[in-house]
């Protein structure tokens, strides 16, 4: 089999102090399709971020200068980065390091002397769940809808690319990383709000309540002409993956396809779709999915 076009082909980032000492494992992941980048400190890793956001990152826990734990905390405090999986790759085999590795974003803990195949493994294993749990976020951008989730220290831990959108022209954050002021009142339980862009964009905004990690969701969707509500969609107070399993109906997915995406059996997906034609008011897997592409009158 050929191998991947170069755009095609999964992103790593290396940081480690020593890179020259990682030369087979290097070679290693570029002999399985990865494009390997390599930085060699913190800073420097921090800087090629800003240029190229990888599908996964070893990170070296001990190094000169920023150290890798402070490194992956500044990772996962910027929204457009936290997704990413970073994996640690350290010498630091004690009990209270492989705790802060986990307790600072780290999705894993690689103890050197580093086995190439070792990590390979792991690598493919958290790419690939790293990549699904985006599809399914992004899935939700259908029907003018996007969705954000807020942690429990109020800070921005995720917002979809339509979401993103409206976050910045709803305003400045009343601190960096948060919410738009507007948004704030949002933030209490089962609350929905209204709220307009500097270009005159209605938006409904509606408390979905708590999610995973104990962030809290928030639906944001356009709202229509004529009364102040927004879709049948956005109204119909479907769960979060209620709202997953729509999105890819919408896009055409069979109940197998959805199942696979989200990591559940096609019995639950069933089960799923009997609860939002319920709550949409519909009969048919049709009508649900032009509710939720906006061709189906409200």
Same mark, same amino acid.
């Given at each position: @089999?050929?191998?991947?076009? %170069?755009? %095609?082909? #999964?992103? +790593? ?11 087979? !494992? ?22 090629? !971020? ?11 826990? !001990?190094? #000169? ?16 980065? /936290? ?5 640690? @790759?350290?010498? @630091?085999? =004690?009990?209270?390091? +492989? +705790? ?34 985006? @599809? ?20 921005? /831990? ?9 976050? &910045?022209?709803?305003? =400045?954050?009343? /601190? ?7 948004? /704030? ?24 309540? $708590? ?13 229509? =002409?004529?009364?102040?509500?927004? $879709? ?7 769960? #979060?993956? %209620?709202?997953?399993v729509l999105s890819w109906l919408a896009k055409g997915k069979t109940n197998r396809d959805i199942a696979e995406i989200l990591g559940m059996s096609p019995r639950t997906v069933n089960k799923h779709l009997e609860h939002i034609f319920e709550k949409l008011g519909v %009969?048919?897997? $049709? ?7 906006? &061709?189906?009158?409200?």
């Open positions: @089999m050929p191998p991947a076009p %170069e755009s %095609e082909r #999964p992103v +790593v980032l290396v940081v480690d102090d020593a890179p020259s000492s990682l030369g087979m !494992l290097c070679d290693t992941l570029e002999a399985s399709g990865y494009t390997v980048l390599v930085a060699a400190d913190g800073e420097s890793a921090l800087q090629r !971020l800003e240029l190229v956001v990888p599908d996964a990152i070893l990170l070296d826990g !001990l190094m #000169p200068g920023l150290s890798g734990f402070e490194t992956c905390r500044r990772i996962k405090a910027n929204p457009a980065l /936290a997704h990413i999986p970073v994996l640690f @790759m350290t010498g @630091m085999a =004690e009990t209270q390091d +492989v +705790v802060e590795g986990f307790a600072c974003g780290g999705v894993d803990y690689v103890v050197k002397p580093i086995r190439a195949q070792e990590v390979l493994a792991r690598l493919h294993t958290h790419t690939r769940n790293a990549r699904i749990t985006r @599809m399914a976020r992004d899935a939700v951008d259908v029907a003018g809808m996007g969705v954000v989730f807020v942690d429990t220290h109020g800070r921005v /831990a995720w917002r979809s690319p339509q979401a993103a959108l409206w976050l &910045h022209a709803l305003g =400045e954050p009343a /601190a960096p990383g948060q919410l738009p002021t507007a948004l /704030a009142p949002a933030l209490a339980d089962g609350a929905t709000i209204a709220a307009t862009t500097a270009a005159g964009t209605r938006l409904s905004v509606r408390n979905m309540g $708590s999610a995973t990690l104990g962030e809290t969701m928030l639906l944001l969707a356009l709202q229509r =002409e004529g009364p102040a509500l927004a $879709s049948r969609v956005a109204d119909a107070a479907l769960t #979060p993956r %209620e709202t997953e %009969e048919t897997r $049709s009508a649900a999915a032009a509710l939720a592409t906006g &061709h189906m009158a409200l």
